[in-house]
Nanobody, 113 residues
């Protein structure tokens, strides 16, 4: 059974560089055809796609992202990290990991001084 579990700091200060992790179980992140995605949902707003990474490491990013963002793979831990930079209160959201048909439960990140 495929499961995705997000984790990361729940409260960060503006300008910090938090990293989130999507820990995957039940399937390898390098499995053929797999694309791993991060989404987020700010309070009162819709779901926003942020970035994806393929099994061989190719990345794509939403052009609407305002803060520098990087998605990567950790094959040893079977994780898909998301690295945020120079966060602002606009980055406050629930962050979700997604692979076709499977969602994580999300992790809340609040940016506040």
């Amino acid at each position: 059974q495929v499961q995705l579990q997000e984790s990361g700091p729940s409260l960060v200060k503006p300008s910090q560089t938090p990293s989130l992790a999507c820990t995957v179980s039940g399937v390898s992140i390098t499995t053929n055809g797999a694309y791993w995605n991060w989404f987020r949902q700010p309070p009162g707003k819709g779901l926003e796609w942020m970035a994806s990474i393929s099994r061989d490491g190719r990345t794509d990013y939403s052009p609407s992202l305002k803060s520098p963002t990087s998605i990567s793979r950790d094959t040893a831990k079977n994780q898909v990290p998301l690295h945020l930079s120079s966060v602002t209160p606009e980055d406050t959201a629930v962050y979700y990991c997604y692979k076709w048909l499977y969602w994580g439960q999300g992790t809340q990140v609040t940016v506040s001084s």
